[in-house]
């Protein structure tokens, strides 16, 4: 079955966000106030999290009538820092573990199932955490990119 890329990057960036959507508590009282699909959110409350698809790479092999596709999911973890100006970093790295694990399960699991070939390519392929500036004051964040794989017959 031939999927477009524009409706299959949404499919699976929402089935990553329901995935998302209940993360247990850290421990520590943190727990996620919001999962969002959009740029363009302002965040009340964190700690919240923000898929946001990255691109689809299209690869035809008409010899063997396949269509590769790879998509880059970006999840990032963002954590109010208030008045500190040393971030803490051990929250946002538990929060981040937490997410990595959810999608190790995700990958074992038939978490699409009407999409045969979907394959998310292991663990984050990167991570970068920095500060930002937002509205509300200074956030940590952390992303966190996750390729992930379809294969689909052309035939």
């Known amino acids: 079955m031939a999927y477009e890329p524009s409706t299959l990057t949404t499919k699976i960036k929402e089935a990553m966000m329901s995935a998302l959507e209940n993360l247990p508590a850290t421990g520590n009282g943190t727990e996620i106030q919001a999962v969002v699909g959009s740029g363009q959110?302002?965040?009340?409350?964190?700690?919240?999290?923000?898929?946001?698809?990255?691109?689809?790479?299209?690869?035809?092999?008409?010899?063997?009538c396949y269509r590769d596709y790879k998509m880059n999911?970006?999840?990032?973890?963002?954590?109010?820092?208030?008045?500190?100006?040393?971030?803490?970093?051990?929250?946002?790295?538990?929060?981040?573990?937490?997410?990595?694990?959810?999608?190790?399960r995700l990958d074992t699991t038939d978490w699409l199932p009407d999409v045969d070939g979907l394959d998310l390519m292991g663990g984050a392929s990167t991570s970068t955490m920095d500060t930002i500036?937002?509205?509300?004051?200074?956030?940590?964040?952390?992303?966190?990119?996750?390729?992930?794989?379809?294969?689909?017959?052309?035939?």
């Open 41 to 64: 959110d302002a965040f009340e409350n964190y700690p919240v999290i923000r898929v946001i698809p990255s691109g689809v790479e299209r690869d035809i092999d008409s010899d063997n």
């Open 133 to 155: 500036a937002t509205k509300n004051g200074t956030a940590l964040y952390c992303d966190l990119i996750y390729p992930v794989s379809l294969r689909t017959s052309i035939a």
């Open 73 to 104: 999911y970006v999840i990032s973890v963002y954590l109010d820092m208030g008045d500190e100006e040393i971030p803490d970093e051990e929250i946002i790295a538990t929060l981040c573990e937490i997410v990595d694990n959810i999608f190790d």
